[in-house]
């Protein structure tokens, strides 16, 4: 049995996937900490739900009655993240703070953390719900 086919596993999948590519993008970022003109790159937030929209057809809502009330946004019109300003940069017009990317690949690694916990834990139950779990 294929555990992506099931929604939770391949959800967990696609965000270990996101995370790992962010955990490379802030590699990169801290790697070129000394290169003269880096700046930092980051996945968005945003990135990873768009990784989640379902690629078919869209189901949209349908008012059956007139005093139904119409929906107040479309999906695709979800705010962005605001960008930051660069807190300092280098005279070489450096602009990686290694503090700020630290910081980051620690709370991608607690995210990771997290993921695998719950896959584990689902396995686990799988298990006990066949029977197998010893």
């Known amino acids: 049995m294929d555990l992506n086919n099931l929604p939770i596993f391949g959800l967990m999948n696609r965000r270990m996937d996101w995370l790992t590519q962010r ?15 880096y700046g930092p790159k980051d996945l968005s937030k945003s990135s990873f739900l768009r990784m989640l929209r379902p690629t078919g057809p869209q189901m949209t809502m349908q008012a059956t009655s007139a005093s139904h009330l119409a929906p ?32 980051k690949v620690s709370e991608t690694q607690g995210a990771y953390r997290l993921a695998t916990n719950l896959y584990r834990k689902h396995v686990s139950m799988l298990k006990q719900a066949l029977g197998r779990e010893q």
Request: aromatic share 2%.
């Open 23 to 37: 955990h490379t993008v802030l590699a990169q970022n801290i790697a070129n900490a000394d290169s003269p003109g």
């Open 72 to 103: 107040t946004r479309r999906p695709e019109e979800a705010r962005a993240d605001k960008s930051r300003d660069v807190y300092e940069a280098a005279p070489a017009g450096n602009a990686v703070v290694l503090e700020e990317q630290l910081m």
